[in-house]
Every structure is written in C-alpha cells, then in structure tokens.
C-alpha cells in the first residue's frame, strides 16, 4: 500500500520524525502553512552535560501569520560560532563528533538568507544521505499549490490522491485533529506513528529520549541508527484512543 506523509519542516529533528519520512513512499514538507513561533520549525534540543539545552535558528518575519516558506534565517558568523561552541563543548568525546559535526555545520553554513523550509528540508535529506537512504524532496508549495484553499484534513486527503497512495501517516499529535472515518470516506487508510522507546549509550548520562536526530548520529552508527528507523508500530486513531495493539 503506497503511503504519505505530510508535516511542517524541521531543522535537525528528532528521531521519530525521521521514522515517519522512512516509513512512507512520499514524504512532503508542508511549507506553505503558517509559521509556528516557539515551535520545531527552527529550534531543537540537544544535550548539555546530560540536561535539555535548546539551540534556536534566529529568522527574520517569524510571525504566525506568514507562511514557512516566507520565513528567512538570519544566521550570521556569530551564531555560527556560538552553536560550534555548544557542539564541541558537549559531543567532542562523541565517537562520531567529526562527521556529524561537518554534516551539521555544512548544512548551517550555506544557509544565511535561505527560507527556512529550506534549511529545514537540506538539514532532513543530508541525515538521510548520511544514512543512505532515499530521500525525495517534495514541497507542498511546489507539487500541491493547488490544494491550498483546502482545510486541513481535506488537504491532506487531496494530496494524499494526487499521489495515489492509500495511506495516511501523521505523527501522534495528529490523533486530535483528524478522524478515520473522513479519510476512510475517501478511501484512505489513516494511521498514527508511534516511536518505540529506543535507549542508546549519552556518554554517562540517563537517558534523555527525544533530542535531535544529531544527538542521536553523535553517538550512533550509521547502520545503527537506520535500524533505529524501524522501531515504531503504525496505529489507528481506535488504537490510540485505548491503547491496543496496532492493526496490519
């Protein structure tokens, strides 16, 4: 059954967004919907000495009522320093601190002035070519500009056809906004994501799940982390409302 997903572009996002781009045939950036201050779009969070730090992306025009793809970095050679800082102070003793570092750093310093949907979707496809796995940049202001007059769910439905594909995929927080029964009208499976809990070595810290995806390539192979990539069950909205099983 050939699947999509659609969600709001992040820069360097958590491992469970990265399972939903693996877990479908189509993944699109939704970046022509409005701009979500204090949200993912532009910041994420790291480690600090085994505590949350959050690193954040400074934009120009950040407001709610300006689309993603509207929305400019402002990055300059300050903040690039800072955030190099921040890097080599935590994960310099990361087994894999050289190549993500060059990864991340790349991908920040060709970005001053580029719209964020950008750097978010170049920060996505350069993980996933470091995993070696396809990647196919769709946006939804490019490939689906037609669809949007549509409301949310309708939206999604519309794109999801225009790619004939019989599956929906949303991460969990979209249990709340779309019901089964209005995609199954158009003949769509909707199902939610659900990450698996999948600890790994923070040097000697506890655990802290949910970090950036750079957290996670700090301290991870590559063939690790693409099996990370496959620990998730796919559920209906039934199965999230009570907690069972997922459905094949």
């Given at each position: 059954m050939?699947?999509?997903?659609?969600?709001?572009?992040?820069?360097?996002?958590?491992?469970?967004?990265?399972?939903?781009?693996?877990?479908?045939d189509h993944f699109v950036a939704y970046d022509d919907v409005n701009f979500i201050k204090r949200g993912w779009i532009n910041r994420n969070r790291i480690s600090n000495r085994g505590q949350d730090a959050l690193f954040t992306v400074p934009v120009q025009g950040g407001s709610q009522n300006v689309p993603i793809r509207e929305v400019i970095t402002a990055l300059d050679d300050k903040w690039l320093r800072k955030f190099t800082t921040q890097l080599e102070h935590e994960y310099k003793r990361a087994p894999y601190f050289a190549p993500v570092r060059d990864l991340v750093l790349g991908i920040f310093e060709e970005a001053a002035g580029q719209p964020v949907s950008e750097l978010a979707?170049?920060?996505?496809?350069?993980?996933?070519?470091?995993?070696?796995?396809?990647?196919?940049?769709?946006?939804?202001s490019e490939r689906f500009a037609e669809t949007a007059s549509l409301k949310r769910a309708d939206r999604l439905i519309a794109i999801t056809r225009a790619l004939d594909a019989a599956q929906y995929v949303?991460?969990?927080?979209?249990?709340?906004?779309?019901?089964?029964?209005?995609f199954a009208a158009q003949g769509?499976?909707?199902?939610?994501?659900?990450?698996?809990s999948v600890p790994y070595a923070q040097f000697d810290h506890p655990f802290l799940p949910h970090l950036s995806i750079i957290d996670v390539l700090m301290h991870n192979t590559p063939a690790a982390v693409r099996e990370?990539?496959?620990?998730?069950?796919?559920?209906?909205?039934?199965?999230?409302?009570?907690?069972?099983?997922?459905?094949?």
């Open positions: 050939t699947s999509v997903a659609v969600m709001q572009p992040y820069v360097f996002p958590y491992l469970g967004y990265f399972q939903l781009i693996a877990a479908v979707v170049a920060s996505m496809a350069a993980v996933m070519g470091y995993l070696e796995l396809p990647f196919t940049r769709l946006m939804s949303n991460l969990p927080g979209g249990v709340a906004l779309y019901g089964t029964q209005e769509i499976d909707l199902r939610f994501i659900c990450e698996r990370m990539l496959g620990q998730y069950d796919l559920k209906t909205a039934e199965d999230m409302a009570t907690g069972g099983a997922p459905h094949d």
